[in-house]
């Protein structure tokens, strides 16, 4: 589970460092960081998983704009596998002849504050299992370490960290953009799920998952069956799914994906999140889960993900600005509200039903009351 977030020199963010729960929910006014936050580990996702070098990942432009250091700083802390890791990472946006590039100042990785890799200076030292030192070698300084190292017998703690760090899903759903055919498997979901199609694809290779899944679709939205992938060429798939008629259960009608309301493919994304990923230590970014739903199609999905959380099967970082959302989850005190003014750091203040004025979170931000305490 995700414990720490440290960014410093990126965009608003300042010697910024939160901690974070089972679930947590960040508020505050447009342009106050809470998506930055989750720009920052989709970035580090791409990073470490060698998806692009540095100087296509980290621009100079996202530099704290009121600040003169070319150097960005950020570390996350997620505990598992017995213990706890601790990742830092360094981007030099340097001047290289007339345009800036990005390269690695340094990238470090420990387990329970034992060295696992030391990559600094274009040197990079790495550490067994066991703590004693291996291979030591030059590297470029464009990129991450991580992916160009191969599991062994004996960096299994390095490799666990490697895996668990394609365990982040960080998304905000738009229907409109979801894609309803696929031609291949994808293990990663889009920024916008454009690609939910081949995520599922990908999925529906574990039935038990798609089992379970389909059964609380059931309960959700009001005829549906069950789901079928149909072929359209070579590779391509279309995603299906058939619903059951009012008067006769053994009449299905059939609907490509992409022909649902939108409020019907936000529902199946939220549930394929949170079936799909539970108990398999995922960490779910949601940006705004509550868009082109009605109150009573997302509290059910709330309580649903509140008890998973709860039960520590997943993790959850939502932002939300629905009033449901906010009273629901600051039953209990994990919440952080989000506030900065022109030109200066983001400031994140802890919040939760412990106020004296008696009335609801929601209206204590909808009057304004929250901020000026903050």
Not at 148 to 174: A, G
Not at 177 to 188: A, H, I, V
């Amino acid at each position: 589970m995700l414990k720490r977030i440290y960014i410093d020199n990126f965009r608003c963010l300042v010697n910024f460092d939160l901690s974070v729960d089972a679930i947590n929910l960040f508020l505050g006014p447009n342009g106050a960081g809470k998506s930055t936050v989750f720009d920052v580990l989709r970035k580090i996702q791409a990073f470490v998983s060698g998806d692009s070098k540095a100087d296509v990942i980290f621009k100079s432009v996202d530099c704290t704009r009121w600040q003169t250091s070319p150097i960005q700083t950020f570390e996350l802390e997620i505990e598992g596998n017995g213990g706890k890791y601790k990742y830092e990472l360094a981007i030099d946006n340097y001047k290289d002849k007339e345009r800036i590039s990005a390269r690695v100042e340094y990238e470090r990785l420990w387990f329970d504050n034992q060295p696992l890799i030391k990559f600094e200076s274009g040197e990079v030292q790495l550490y067994r299992d066991n703590y004693s030192e291996g291979q030591n070698y030059s590297f470029a300084w464009s990129q991450s370490i991580l992916p160009t190292i191969m599991p062994r017998s004996d960096n299994t703690k390095l490799t666990w960290f490697k895996q668990r760090m394609e365990r982040f899903i960080i998304v905000q759903i738009i229907p409109t953009m979801m894609d309803d055919d696929s031609n291949r498997e994808q293990m990663r979901l889009s920024a916008r799920m454009e690609n939910f199609v081949s995520w599922y694809r990908y999925l529906s290779q574990d039935q038990g998952k798609i089992f379970e899944l389909t059964n609380a679709l059931r309960e959700i939205l009001d005829g549906f069956a069950y789901f079928k992938f149909v072929e359209a060429g070579q590779q391509n798939r279309i995603l299906k799914l058939y619903f059951s008629g009012e008067s006769d259960k053994s009449n299905t009608l059939e609907y490509r994906f992409g022909e649902l309301s939108e409020g019907q493919r936000m529902l199946i994304a939220l549930y394929t999140l949170i079936y799909c990923t539970q108990s398999e230590d995922y960490t779910l970014c949601i940006d705004e889960p509550e868009n082109f739903l009605a109150l009573a199609e997302i509290q059910p999905w709330l309580i649903k993900l509140y008890d998973l959380c709860s039960e520590k099967k997943t993790q959850a970082l939502l932002i939300s600005h629905h009033p449901e959302l906010i009273n629901y989850l600051l039953a209990s005190p994990v919440g952080y509200w989000f506030d900065r003014q022109s030109n200066t750091p983001v400031r994140v203040k802890r919040i939760g039903s412990d106020n004296d004025t008696g009335l609801p979170i929601s209206e204590l931000i909808a009057r304004g009351w929250l901020r000026d305490s903050a």
